[in-house]
């Protein structure tokens, strides 16, 4: 069983998150997205009126350089609802073709690295979408929900195995 960061753990991460990279950690930890995803967001993927993002594409490492990709990891996309001050919190461009973040997933990496050493903060950064599975489940938000946000295949079994774990 893989563990997830607590509520308190999550909160210590964030509260020393510096105030760019927080909203990174936002929507890993809120909206269980991936670090290639969170790289490809752009700005006409937000809405800032119903408070959520349009999950459909990544960046994928192709030899040395990552590339962006108009689709998943596993392909399935999804518009995902987020509390309102993690859509605050994302950066504003007129340019709705900018990426919200000007960050490959090595450099989310990178500073998510450097920012755990900083605080002893015992997991890595793929953990917070642990986080947003467990966190939903403890809720009793039916699974359905969650396997939507997750963007994960209905009655998943990977959801179940690995992502589904109660916090402590």
């Known amino acids: 069983v893989i563990t997830a960061p607590d509520i308190d753990e999550v909160k210590r991460l964030l509260d020393?998150?510096?105030d760019d990279f927080r909203p990174v950690l936002y929507l890993a930890a809120f909206g269980a997205m991936r670090r290639g995803e969170i790289s490809a967001l752009k700005q006409k993927d937000i809405s800032r009126t119903t408070n959520s993002i349009n999950v459909h594409a990544d960046f994928v490492l192709s030899g040395k350089f990552y590339v962006?990709?108009?689709y998943t990891k596993t392909g399935a996309s999804g518009v995902v609802r987020l509390p309102k001050f993690v859509i605050d919190s994302l950066p504003v461009s007129?340019?709705?073709e900018a990426f919200v973040f000007n960050m490959n997933p090595n450099v989310i990496s990178h500073r998510f690295d450097k920012l755990k050493k900083q605080i002893n903060f015992p997991y890595n950064f793929h953990s917070l979408r642990h986080f947003a599975a467990s966190f939903r489940s403890d809720l009793q938000i039916p699974r359905k929900y969650i396997e939507e946000v997750g963007r994960w295949k209905n009655?998943?079994?990977?959801?179940?195995r690995v992502y589904d774990n109660g916090l402590e």
């Open 155 to 160: 009655v998943s079994s990977v959801l179940q």
């Open 16 to 18: 020393s998150a510096p």
């Open 94 to 96: 007129d340019d709705q």
């Open 68 to 70: 962006f990709k108009p």
